[in-house]
């Protein structure tokens, strides 16, 4: 496998991945609105890029079965164990697959890929490939729900700029500081994020340093409506941010497409 497949990425990345996203602002809005999502569904709920659980396990304990896709053993180790921590496994399905070949026992009712996922597909194609499969995986009436970074001139600065994301102990009890800065290609729309863990001992002194990367890329929004239209999904929906506020290029802060295949 690739140094820069998703899942050699998101396995030397898991063990950070806590700290990741509970630092990060949309991890905070997008949770209660993807569970009310799973639990609105009325039958199968599939999550795409299902990661560490923080979605699904959540929406497990709130009683909703929920059937994780994802191409990271590492991350589907995490998902596992916070499942049996909260004692709903039994609720779980878990997948290691693609999103662009993952294969159902029966049609979904909704398919999601949470948290900018969609971005984990480097080119257009395979956007498109991703898109067309959900739709063949989803029952008729059935709804596909994705959310993407809305790249703004601001987002684009504040990603390139080195920032200091967090301060914690490590799992085995070092004192730690997480960094970030992003390489963005306007041109090609991809993103590169090179994050640096730097443990200290008592005196502050730098003893470990290790970089993690993850490879990203966005969707214009004229690009992810047609890229949905394509696949033959209706558009229902597209919000500006997690509370449901329309789309505006003036105050959105992401894109969150509500999508469903034709009953
Ligand atoms: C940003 S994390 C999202 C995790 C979780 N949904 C959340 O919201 O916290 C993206 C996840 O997608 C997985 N992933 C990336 N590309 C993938 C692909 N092509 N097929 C399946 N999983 C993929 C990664 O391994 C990672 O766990």
Known sequence: MSLTSPASEYDSFADIYAVWTD?????????????????????????????????AVQAAVEGHAVIGVDLSGAMLDLCRRRAVDAG????????????????LESPAALIALPYHSIGHLPTLEDKRRAMAHVFSQLRPGGRFIFDDFLMTPDLVAHMRRVQLRAEYRTAAGADALLWVASLVNEQEQTIRVVTWED???????????????????????????????????????????????PFSDATAHEQVWLARRPA
């Open 23 to 55: 630092t990060a602002a949309s991890t905070h809005a997008n949770l209660p609105f993807y569970v009310n999502a799973y639990a609105e569904a009325d039958g199968p709920v599939v999550e795409l890029g299902v990661g560490d659980g923080r979605i």
């Open 88 to 103: 709903v496994l039994d609720q779980l399905t878990l997948m290691r697959a693609d999103f662009r070949t993952f294969e």
């Open 199 to 245: 443990e200290l001992d008592a005196d502050g002194l730098l003893v470990r340093r290790r970089h993690r990367r993850l490879s990203l890329s966005w969707l214009e929004p004229a690009q992810a409506r047609d890229l949905l239209t394509q696949a033959g999904f209706d558009i229902e929906a597209c919000y500006g941010d997690f509370s449901r506020t």
